[in-house]
């Protein structure tokens, strides 16, 4: 929609143009959100596309991903066949509300930025150890994990003129075997429950709990768990206040799903592990 | 900039925070829609440089340099206001008629261009970011795939699947919507709305608005008439509560108008309203229907305010809207003699229309100084007997028309911006436009009345009903608009359909500070249905009966009394009769092995409902039609009723053509325009065909008559020896040019149609449904719609008007809720957090038509347009108590408030309940 507000767009073409944030800016990545709804308390743009960011980076220590980088071009990744968590990439795209049309240009970074507890590349970011690079107003850059990022329902770490700037997924994490389970209220709907779970080589598990709850939660085990445990550690470990509420699921409906779809995913992956 | 636009390269300068979809309107490329302006309905698919993308979401000034492709030059380059060659993704979806209102079908065909093998194999998720209201998908999956619906006409017009003529504007973005006009100089209307439930106004200051740059007025409530109105149209204006100021001092929900701002651009009425400064004193505001009557309430209207003339209320509580109170037989010793009694209580929610097009209007002054207003309406003739009323204008200086109107489903039986629009104009002698944003269509306009419904059901241990009871609680919100009509008509054919001597209603609709309730597709039905039909099932299953046996003995039959709370005599009759040929079709449908539950984890079951409803509304509904011949030798038809997707411009064309033995492309027809005709009640209750049709066939015959009779004279041949034939009048031995019959000057004649008697229509709905154990999550496996619209005028529009009932339905039934907090504002103002149904939620519908010809209707049609919403919900609720043994209570049926039911209903019983055998009782509750 139109931001009647928006008084002028800078594009930067550099870091060194980026100086001089002020109340009433906003980043302008992939627009998708920033046009969706009214924004009648920003009066500037400040548009990345000018920065000229290479979308992504396949090396041997991972991936990384431009904060810029479309939910199209991710999903268009080749990646290594060793990295047999591939198969999560295009599971997340498709956990995306928005179609294939909003994927040429929605962000990776803007999905992490709006922090909504149904945003895929969180869940995706967060199965796979996901690293932010966020740069500081100062000229700065800071590090940190995706879990610490996104701190709520549209809550991040991020303080105001700070920029997300890349997410690197370490190849470890891109290595692990993945089992990915969503639920939500219409078969195409936003997210109620999303869960994935990872196992590595050496038998440790973790298993990831987005949509559910009110920002990403990864619970860590040594090796996986029976149905008690999980289930157990589950209960411990997300009160029921960490339990999302709002018309895309109830919150015990949304606890009832976290433990149904961990229990799939344990098997699923109990059972890759007999084979 | 510049940017190319199909073809040709156009000078823009963009606003900083515009987006695409402005700037391309702007350039002239209507095509490209608003639907809800936040890429959720994807109206405004556009290709950017070839990659399809929705033009809401992208800032415009990034399409500099780049190439736009939009709907008008799919198929190659084109000027603004044209459309290029047809694409045959557009010459497919006219083959398949791959639209109703065609509002979204812009967008749909865009998307539908951008669409690989793959992902046309995989309609559910490539067409996620495209909603449409009308069709149910079923014609647009058609269109994608190739499959044409429309036939080569066989014999007569009626009775032909025949195009649309506005399909070609329709598929290529040329089809011109309420406001698809250029409208130089036009001013912007924008609306302050009310934050708070109830609250005095105590003052609007409006200096530093009209300060601002650009802003030409704010009107306030000292600015509007005294008069009082209801926003609700109907063929007598008293029959709804005159409660409603255009601007009142008094705030009743939130989200209610409380200033209007003209401005030169929406810009600047943006930037006015948040400079206007008002102070409200708040007031105790009533959320909870259910605390309405009580004598502490808080008021929603003053003691003094009088009621809508249709179904008044008896009781003296002001919160009381209207009342329906009757009785047949003896309830009591109905339920006295009944071996078994079922009892459960029912409740619909609040759910909106979401017509594609927003409600809007935009209004000038015509040469003569006369108020023209273009409004995306149902009911034009009414809106301009209203605004006559509201402004002390006579009938000849105000005009109302509509260009297409992109859906409706009742939510345009209201004035609900013409009143403003025009009170901008009077003021300020400008044209004026008012486009409502989608939150705005969410929060601020109408929806269906939320219900809870009582009811009690005995019958014998054979099955036959004793007795039937209903108690109805209606809450119509802030104002009465349709509180009695929906009221009434809610209580009427759900029990008219059933044989049984003894039935009560007590039926009451009161006010709440919500957002008001309105005319909604089924007009009341859909919620009392949803409660009957519930209570059928389980008593047939009480009784160990199958549920079709069940309705058959019971169900009404010609000759029956339709009785439901009043012996009084009535208009309605058995035109014709097909229920019987409805339940056999779907019982036999069922019947077939259906498709396997996906896993283990899903259990899954048979539900049906049946559904009645009259042909015509009651209390008057009138349509006049002229048709004309023209000089060269062409017929123009004009009607008063609105074309929003229901399909009756081809139906009108159909019938007319059929009366004058020719093609319906001889056929022009205009439509909705005060200035066509002397009056028509307005394209609601399902009218179009049965009420403005007859007027059509009238016309047609008596135009048909007076050409016989030209042409005998002509030829000295008696007028019984001659028959029209295309385009001349054929007779023994000669055969005479319409055109030159028409030499001598246009021959015209009038059709007209009362709206009485009148007849009776049926539906019934079936379903296998899979319902996952433990999450609750419910799959359709299969959707069987059987409807009795007597003769069917054009089997492929009434199949889609069957399609997009049932999907509408599918809607509220599973998913769609309106949601009001703690202090009634509404929680889901947008498609994403409102969802309604898309392409992956809505199965095919096998369709049936009863073969019946209709005494009452033209050329024995009958009326089926809101209708196959009605028997939706119940059957599908049905079909999950099969599924699982759990009976649902509350629609949506949504995976997280029904899988405890779910889950305990397994624990607790088997999931197929014994049928024979069992212990009758008393479900006393």
């Known amino acids: 929609m139109d931001l009647n507000t928006i008084g002028s767009i800078v594009t930067p073409g550099s870091r060194a143009d ?43 220590a991972g991936l990384s991903l431009a904060a810029t980088c479309t939910i199209a071009a991710l999903d268009r990744i080749e990646l290594p066949a060793a990295w047999i968590a ?21 962000t990776v970074g803007g999905n992490l930025c709006m922090a909504l507890p149904a945003g895929p590349m969180i869940a995706l970011a967060a199965a796979l150890d996901g690293r932010c690079t966020i740069w500081t107003p100062d000229g700065g850059e800071q590090a940190l994990a995706v879990l610490d990022l996104v701190r709520g329902p549209q809550e991040t770490a991020l303080a105001p003129g700070e920029i997300l700037r890349r997410i690197d997924l370490p190849a470890a994490a891109l290595r692990r075997r993945t089992a990915f389970r969503r639920v939500s209220l219409s078969p195409n709907g936003r997210s109620g429950a999303l869960a994935i779970g990872t196992l590595d080589a050496g038998g440790a598990f973790v ?41 895309h699921g109830a919150p015990d409906w949304r606890r009832h799903m976290t433990a149904c779809l961990a229990e799939e995913i344990r098997r699923e992956l109990a059972g890759e592990a007999q084979a | 900039m510049i940017v190319t636009v199909n073809g040709t390269a156009q000078e823009a300068t963009p606003r900083p925070g515009q987006c695409l979809r402005t700037l391309l309107r702007e350039l002239g490329w209507f095509g490209v829609k608003r639907g809800c302006d936040a890429g959720d309905c994807g109206a405004c698919t556009i290709h950017l440089d070839g990659e399809p993308v929705h033009a809401c979401l992208v800032p415009a000034f990034r399409a500099a340099g780049r190439t736009v492709t939009t709907v008008e030059g799919l198929g190659g380059s084109c000027a603004p206001g044209e459309a290029g060659p047809l694409h045959p993704v557009q010459a497919a979806f006219l083959a398949a008629q ?127 008439p005294a008069r009082l109105f209801s926003t609700a149209r109907h063929h007598i204006p008293t029959d709804d509560a005159a409660d409603t100021r255009v601007l009142d001092s008094t705030v009743r929900f939130v989200g209610q108008r409380v200033a209007a701002v003209v401005a030169e651009s929406e810009a600047a009425a943006e930037a006015a309203l948040r400079a206007l400064a008002v102070d409200y004193e708040p007031l105790p505001a009533l959320l909870d229907p259910e605390e309405a009557l009580r004598p502490d309430a808080p008021l929603v209207h003053g003691t003094d305010d009088r009621s809508g003339d249709d179904a008044p209320p008896l009781n003296p509580h002001p919160n009381l809207a209207a009342e329906v109170h009757g009785e047949i037989g003896d309830v009591a010793a109905g339920l006295a003699e009944a071996d078994l009694v079922h009892e459960g209580t029912y409740v619909s929610q609040r759910v909106q229309h979401a017509h594609l097009e927003t409600h809007g209007a935009v209004s000038w002054l015509d040469a003569e100084g006369r108020l023209v207003i273009r409004s995306s309406t149902q009911v034009p003739f009414l809106t301009r007997d209203a605004l006559c009323t509201l402004l002390d204008l006579p009938a000849d200086r105000v005009r109302v028309l509509c260009g297409r109107v992109g859906g409706g489903f009742g939510g345009k039986q209201e004035m609900l911006t013409e009143d403003l629009v025009a009170l901008a104009v009077l003021r300020t002698g400008r044209p004026v436009r008012w486009e409502l944003t989608r939150q705005e269509q969410f929060a601020a306009t109408t929806t269906r009345h939320p219900m809870r419904v009582r009811v009690r059901l005995g019958a014998r241990r054979d099955g036959t009903l004793t ?178 997707g229901n399909g009756t ?125 433990s999450s609750g999550e419910v799959r359709i496996l299969r959707s069987v719609h059987a409807a009795d619209a007597g003769r069917v005028v054009n089997p492929m529009q009434c199949r889609g008007q069957v399609e997009g009932g049932v999907a509408q339905a599918i809607g509220a039934a599973l998913y769609e809720d309106l949601r009001l907090d703690g202090e009634g504002r509404v929680v889901n103002p947008t498609f994403r957090h409102y969802h309604i149904p898309a392409c992956a939620d809505v199965p095919a519908t096998e369709v049936f038509f009863a073969d019946t010809h209709d005494s009452v209707g033209p050329l024995g049609a009958k009326s089926m347009s809101e209708s196959p919403f009605n028997p939706v919900a119940a059957a599908l609720a049905n079909a999950i108590r099969d599924a699982t043994g759990a009976r649902l209570h509350a629609t949506p049926f949504a995976p997280d408030r029904i899988y405890r039911a779910v889950i305990a209903a397994q624990e607790a019983v088997p999931s197929r309940p014994a049928s024979a055998g069992q212990r009758l009782v008393r479900l006393d509750s």
């Open chain 2, 649 to 773: 411009t081809t139906v009108h064309a159909q019938i007319a053509a059929t009366a004058l033995g020719t093609a319906p492309e001889r056929i022009a027809v205009r439509q909705s325009d005060t200035d066509l005709v002397g009056h028509d009640t307005g394209a609601y209750g399902s009218t179009g065909t049965v009420v403005g049709g007859l007027a059509t066939l009238r016309a047609a015959e008596a135009l048909a008559a007076a050409l016989r009779q030209a042409a005998a004279m002509q030829a000295g041949l008696d007028p019984s020896l001659c028959r029209l034939d295309g385009d001349a009048v054929a007779g023994p031995g000669c055969r005479i040019a319409l055109a030159a019959l028409a030499e001598a000057g246009p021959v015209e004649a009038v059709g007209r149609a009362e709206g009485s008697p009148r007849s009776v229509a049926f539906n019934v709905q079936g379903f296998c449904v899979a319902v996952h154990r």
């Open chain 2, 98 to 224: 791959g639209f109703q209102c065609g509002f979204c079908t812009p967008g749909m065909v865009m998307t539908a261009a951008a669409l690989d093998q793959g992902q046309r194999r995989d309609l559910a998720t490539a067409l996620k970011g495209n909603l449409c209201r009308c069709t149910g998908y079923g014609a647009i999956r058609d269109a994608i795939g190739g499959t044409a619906r429309v036939e080569a006409p066989a014999g007569a017009p009626f009775g032909s699947s025949l195009p649309a003529p506005a399909g070609p504007a329709v598929v290529t973005g040329t089809a011109r919507y309420t406001l698809d006009v250029e409208a130089a100089g036009a001013l912007h209307l924008r609306v302050l709305r009310s934050p708070h439930a109830h609250a005095r106004i105590l003052r609007i200051e409006t200096t530093a608005a009209l300060a601002l740059p650009g802003v030409v007025a704010v009107l306030t409530h000292a600015d509007v």
């Open chain 1, 207 to 247: 298993l990831t709990v987005t949509a559910a709850t009110r920002r990403p939660v990864a619970l860590a085990f040594a090796a996986l768990p029976e149905a008690g445990g999980l289930a157990e550690r589950i209960a411990r470990e997300i009160p029921d206040s960490l339990y999302y509420d709002d018309v």
């Open chain 2, 467 to 644: 007795a039937i009871e209903l108690g109805v609680l209606s809450d119509t919100g802030a104002y009465g608009n349709h509180a009695g009509g929906v009221l009434h008509h809610g209580c009427n054919e759900v029990i008219a359909v059933y044989r049984c001597p003894n039935k009560r209603v007590e039926g009451r609709a009161v006010h709440t500070h919500t957002l008001p309730s309105g005319a909604f597709r089924g007009y009341g039905l859909s919620q009392t249905i949803f409660a009957v039909e519930s209570a059928m099932d389980e008593l047939a299953r009480g009784l160990g009966l199958d549920p079709f046996e069940f309705r058959r003995r019971n169900v009404v039959r010609p000759g029956d009394p339709m009785v439901s709370t009043s012996l009084e005599p009535h208009d309605v009759e058995y035109g014709s009769y097909g229920l019987d040929q409805c339940l056999d079709h779907v019982e036999a449908a069922l019947r077939e092995p259906g498709p396997d539950a996906p896993s283990p984890d899903w259990l899954t079951g048979r539900g049906m409902a049946l559904a009645m409803i009259d042909t015509i509304p009651p209390r008057g509904h009138v349509a006049e039609a002229r048709l004309a011949l023209g000089a060269d030798g062409r017929y123009e038809l004009r009607v008063g009723t609105a074309e929003f």
């Open chain 1, 18 to 60: 980026l100086d001089g944030w002020r109340p009433g800016d906003a980043w302008l990545a992939g627009g998708t959100w920033l046009f969706s709804e009214p924004q009648p308390d920003l009066s500037r743009l400040i548009d990345l596309a000018g920065l000229g960011w290479e979308p992504f980076a396949v090396t041997q």
């Open chain 1, 86 to 106: 591939a198969p999560l990439v295009g599971q997340c795209c498709r956990a995306l509300l928005g179609s294939f049309k909003i994927w040429n240009v929605a």
